[in-house]
């Protein structure tokens, strides 16, 4: 089972990006997806999280700006930002709690991580 996170660039503050994250393999279901960053100095930092019924949860420094969602394809999640702030300057990565297999073993929790993608914000 693998994550990959695409999207991210160089945007002027104001502008928007999406990031995209694909998990990859044989995933039996995805019970909730989550977006972190990490920003330069600082430690992760959770960003937005949707479950599977569809419930979002979003940092207060996102909120109103930022959009998560999953993908018509069960196993992708985007993140919408818009209003986009030099803050917002990071590295991000998409999560998954997930139940899957590896090989002949199955595989279950939030342990699956994209290898990140980076936003930077100009000012």
């Known amino acids: 089972v693998q994550l990959q996170a695409s999207g991210g660039g160089l945007v002027q503050t104001g502008g928007s990006l999406r990031l995209s994250c694909a998990a990859s393999?044989?995933?039996?279901?995805?019970?909730?997806w989550g977006w972190y960053r990490r920003a330069p100095g600082k430690q992760r930092e959770l960003v937005a999280t949707?479950?599977?019924?569809?419930?979002?949860n979003y940092a207060d420094s996102v909120k109103g700006r930022f959009t998560i969602s999953r993908g018509n394809a069960k196993n992708t999640v985007y993140l919408q930002m818009n209003s986009l702030k030099p803050e917002d300057t990071a590295v991000y990565y998409c999560?998954?709690?997930?139940?899957?297999?590896?090989?002949?073993?199955?595989?279950?929790?939030?342990?699956?991580w994209g290898q990140g993608t980076l936003v930077t914000v100009s000012s």
């Open positions: 999560n998954a709690d997930l139940v899957g297999l590896e090989g002949s073993e199955v595989v279950a929790g939030k342990d699956f």
């Open positions: 393999g044989t995933i039996f279901s995805v019970h909730a």
């Open positions: 949707v479950t599977s019924d569809g419930t979002t």
